[in-house]
């Protein structure tokens, strides 16, 4: 069963930056594709980024492209997204989300679709 362990959010201001982690178990990090979803309230969940098992191929929503980066660390069955300059409309609900890399045709795929189990998440609240 996966287990999913999210870390790092928060309150900060416009600008600022946040770094959350994710620890998954149940499962070797080795053959799974990797993202983090948001879900704000009253939207829709989103795909913000997805990495693949071996980190080559990595795909950010349009909201986000230059400002996040998402890493992985498949040693420690942890993956990380770097969060610059964050804005009020990033806030949100933030989950990582696990998909057999054989799963999924691309991890574009996998964002844009929400493919894949996901934990609880993390607050992440922009704000002055």
């Known amino acids: 069963q996966l287990q999913f362990v999210e870390s790092g959010g928060g309150l900060v201001q416009p600008g600022g930056s946040l770094r959350l982690s994710c620890v998954i178990s149940?499962?070797?990090?080795?053959?799974?594709?990797i993202g983090w979803f948001r879900q704000a309230p009253g939207k829709e969940r989103e795909g913000v980024s997805c990495?693949?098992?071996?980190?080559?191929?990595?795909y950010y929503a349009d909201s986000v492209k230059g400002r996040f980066t998402i890493s992985r660390d498949n040693a420690k069955n942890t993956v990380y997204l770097q969060m610059n300059n964050l804005q009020p409309e990033d806030t949100a609900v933030y989950s990582c989300a696990a998909e057999a890399q054989e799963d999924i045709s691309t991890v574009r795929a996998m964002c844009v679709l929400l493919r894949g189990s996901w934990g609880q998440g993390t607050q992440v609240t922009v704000s002055s």
């Open positions: 990495i693949s098992s071996e980190g080559g191929s990595k």
């Open positions: 149940g499962f070797t990090l080795d053959y799974y594709a």
